[in-house]
T-cell receptor, first 114, second 110 residues
């Protein structure tokens, strides 16, 4: 049981390049989330999904797209990377709520855009 | 979901109890209080949660005031490995959108 796995762990992009970050969970969770974390800041929600085939915007969605074609995977795409997107990206998942449902996080993807 | 207010930073001596406060004055009746921590640059880790009653597990205790407008996370015997950023969030059990604040940076000193 691996929990939440993020790939890649590190990536360097040039401005204007595109890439996709992959998040995979093996806990059969319905809800999945993408957050970004910048130095001195807390976690900011980019997009989230409440089930296969659904996505929704979080606090800072601009410049990102997401897809949830399979329940276990949540993809975060950058179509045209900008230096402002240099950050650490965390994926998380949780069960649907019937009462208590904590988040399970991956270990992050460190992205640098030059 | 209700917003939370936490101090930016706190210090604690190793072996002493660390008491981390969180204010959530706009909490509603069906919202839970959750605590997470983030050690260095790892992914955040769930610590504990509560609704109305005080809770204790192997990691920490959670004290929620009777009016539920604030809570305190207690690490009974802090160690150097407890140095981390601690996040308090308030949310309904099945809430879709989970928003974090900046948390409290706890430094445990030898």
């Amino acid at each position: 049981n691996a929990g939440v796995t993020q790939t890649p762990k590190f990536r360097v992009l040039k401005t204007g390049q595109s890439m996709t970050l992959l998040c995979a969970q093996d806990m059969n969770h319905e809800y999945m989330y993408w957050y970004r974390q910048d130095p001195g800041m807390g976690l900011r929600l980019i997009h989230y999904s409440v089930g296969e085939g659904t996505t929704a915007k979080g606090e800072v969605p601009d410049g990102y797209n997401v897809s949830r074609l399979k329940k276990q995977n949540f993809l975060l795409g950058l179509e045209s990377a900008a230096p402002s997107q240099t950050s650490v990206y965390f994926c998380a998942s949780r069960e649907t709520g019937r009462g208590h449902s904590p988040l399970h996080f991956g270990n992050g993807t460190r992205l640098t855009v030059t | 979901d209700a917003k939370t207010t936490q101090p930016t930073s706190m210090d604690c001596a190793e072996g002493r109890a660390a008491n981390l406060p969180c204010n959530h004055s706009t909490i509603s009746g069906n919202e839970y209080v959750y605590w997470y921590r983030q050690i260095h640059s790892q992914g955040p880790q769930y610590i504990i949660h509560g609704l109305k009653n005080n809770e204790t597990n192997e990691m920490a205790s959670l004290i929620i005031t009777e009016d539920r407008k604030s809570s305190t996370l207690i690490l009974p015997h802090a160690t150097l490995r407890d140095t981390a950023v601690y996040y308090c969030i308030v949310t309904q059990g099945g809430s879709e959108k989970l928003v974090f604040g900046k948390g409290t940076k706890l430094t445990v000193n030898p």
